[in-house]
């Protein structure tokens, strides 16, 4: 259930709304890695969005060459991944 508008939500309730595998037609962020701070963002996306999302942690390169983890997330609705950016206050924004 959505706690700004009060409706119930269908994938909560069947237990589909976070994935375990990014899907193809998923629109991806990757933010920086910080302890703790995946807990706090898929809390954030279960209590403010509404459509299915991934979030996990993955290794990229940086721009010295080095590989540090990540967290990429995606959501399934293009337009929900405009309003987390925007939005989410646990984002570490640089």
């Known amino acids: 259930m959505l706690q700004k508008t ?12 976070q994935t375990k ?3 193809p037609h998923f629109k991806i962020i990757e933010i920086k890695f910080d302890y703790s701070v995946e807990v706090k963002v898929s809390r954030w996306i279960y209590n ?4 299915r999302f991934f ?24 337009k929900e991944i405009t309003i987390f950016s925007l939005s989410c206050p646990h984002i ?3």
């Open 6 to 17: 009060g409706e119930p939500n269908p994938h909560n309730f069947f237990g589909t709304r």
């Open 21 to 23: 595998k990014c899907l």
């Open 48 to 51: 403010n969005l509404k459509s």
């Open 55 to 78: 979030i996990g942690k993955v290794l990229v390169n940086t721009e010295e060459n080095r590989a540090e983890y990540a967290i990429k997330i995606g959501f399934e609705d293009p």
């Open 92 to 94: 570490l924004r640089s």
